[in-house]
């Protein structure tokens, strides 16, 4: 396995190598609460859109919450870490990375409908907030390949019905994450709010839909990451780093 030398080998859970580029943007709290989030479903198949490094969609596989991942991936660089990173990690067998505009993608490249379709989405309009010069991380912040309404078009083409889909995204872009999935047929079932401590507005929020579902919203109960005043991790929030689960 070749390291080039602007990459980097981390360890995450101690369960999976990571390369990372660190011209683009590293694994962080989003991605492991997104990984967390997604129900353990060991015979599924899933589609991951942007995948990254790939991390999301290892944990989730080693984890036993599904069978088979389809990962599309635009940049080609990061496709090249996102697939390097399935073989370190032995799992190329079961982690299928595509060099794919999500835009452009349909079933025929997952051999059918899938069970689950899951993201952490750039989530700035390209007119948005400040531009960053590296191109790698500027588009995996901002919606270079897509808007939110792209990501969910394409769920809705790659999901059984009845199939789900999972994000991690921004509250201040809440509608337009919500009226997405409506406008594509994946109505919201659960909504939680993350926080840095109790004292300060969610930071971030975990949300699922159901691909054909009923209305019907539940707010799970929030999530703090750190007690008051601290540095220190709720216990909340240890457990659920340690099991990479919200479930009780």
């Known amino acids: 396995m070749i390291i080039k030398d602007n ?27 997104l990984a967390a989030y997604l129900p353990k479903r060991s015979k599924s198949v899933c589609v991951e859109l942007g995948v990254g490094s790939g991390v999301i969609s290892m944990l989730a596989l080693t984890k036993k919450k599904c069978r088979h991942v389809y990962g599309f991936e635009v940049q080609e660089a990061i496709f090249d870490i996102a697939k390097r990173n ?11 990375v595509l ?17 689950a379709v899951f993201s952490n989405p750039p989530y700035m309009k390209v007119d ?4 960053n010069e590296n191109e790698n991380k500027n588009a995996s912040r901002h919606e270079v390949y897509g808007e939110i309404r792209d990501f969910c078009a394409c ?9 789900d889909f999972f994000a991690v995204y921004r509250p201040y872009r809440m ?6 999935m409506r406008e594509c047929s994946l109505e919201p079932k659960k909504i939680t709010f993350i926080y ?9 929020f975990l949300i699922s839909a159901k691909k054909g579902g009923k209305s019907g ?20 929030f240890k457990k659920i780093y340690e099991c990479c689960s919200f479930e009780e």
């Open 99 to 115: 060099h794919k505009d999500a835009r452009n993608a349909t079933s025929a490249d997952t051999c059918g409908e899938v069970d």
């Open 196 to 204: 840095a401590n109790s004292y300060t507005p969610p930071s971030l």
């Open 175 to 180: 509608i337009d994450l919500i009226a997405a």
């Open 155 to 163: 769920a809705k083409r790659l999901l059984k019905h009845g199939g």
């Open 7 to 33: 990459e980097r080998i981390n360890t995450v859970n101690e369960d999976l190598r990571l390369i990372e580029n660190k011209d683009s943007l590293t694994f962080g709290t989003d991605a492991y609460l």
């Open 128 to 131: 948005s907030g400040k531009q």
């Open 86 to 96: 399935a073989e370190l990690n032995g799992l190329e067998g079961c982690f299928t």
């Open 217 to 236: 919203l539940v707010i799970d109960k929030p999530v703090y990451i750190y007690k008051d005043g601290t540095t220190e991790y709720t216990e909340q």
